[in-house]
């Protein structure tokens, strides 16, 4: 069971032993501990735009260090200002704060990295991935155009299923414009007291 969840958030195909679908749009709202691993960890000055921000996981802790916060998703799950295709991240023409932060969808990162880094070029962009996404050999072109400034793994896994078996190892990437280096490796310890903030309440798809 365990390797189907891993593959489902990595949109990959699940083992038989698993018999739940994969959330629609290949949502999985991020544990509040994952996003405050990131934000003490790197200094974004100013608004911050969540372009999958579906329930506001992510947006409600960067909020919390005193942000705005800018959410869209295509589909509308209680948060933020805009939903549907017309928010299609991957068809964005223009940011709505000069900082990105979100957890994608695993399947489609690589072609927001792209998108986002080459037409919408935002100050600071951190994305939450699979531990092993650069290992691809087919990602080693877009690593080379779009170098990451950091990279952030994190030293536990964090439980995105809610069901106390987490699988993904995950890392956040950041890239800041400009930047021409090679990224520093930074792990990063899960934090000791977490901040209190209400999640909503967690729905798995299920067949019916």
């Known amino acids: 069971m365990a390797a189907g969840i891993g593959a489902a958030m990595a949109g990959g195909k699940r083992g038989t032993g698993d018999a739940r679908p994969r959330q629609q749009g290949d949502w999985y709202p991020t544990p509040p501990e994952v996003t405050q691993a990131l934000m003490e960890k790197v200094d974004f000055e100013g608004n911050v735009y969540e372009p999958c921000c579906g329930d506001g996981a992510v947006a409600r802790v ?56 080459s037409n919408l070029q935002p100050q600071k962009m951190a994305l939450l991935l699979k531990g092993s996404f650069w290992h691809a050999k087919s990602r080693a072109p877009l690593f080379n155009k779009h170098r990451p400034s950091r990279i952030i793994p994190l030293l536990w896994r964090p439980d995105f299923m809610r069901l106390g078996r987490p699988t993904m190892e995950v890392m956040w990437c950041v890239w800041e414009k400009g930047y021409t280096g090679y990224p520093t490796y930074e792990p990063c310890e899960k934090p000791n007291n977490i901040v209190e903030i209400p999640e909503p309440e967690f729905v798995l798809n299920r067949a019916a």
Do not use: C, S, W
């Open 62 to 117: 960067v909020e919390h260090y005193g942000h705005t916060v800018f959410g869209t998703d295509l589909y509308d799950r209680g948060y933020g200002l805009g939903h549907g295709k017309n928010f299609d991240i991957l068809q964005v023409r223009e940011l709505l704060a000069p900082n990105v932060i979100t957890n994608p969808p695993f399947d489609i990162a690589a072609e927001i990295i792209e998108h986002v880094m």
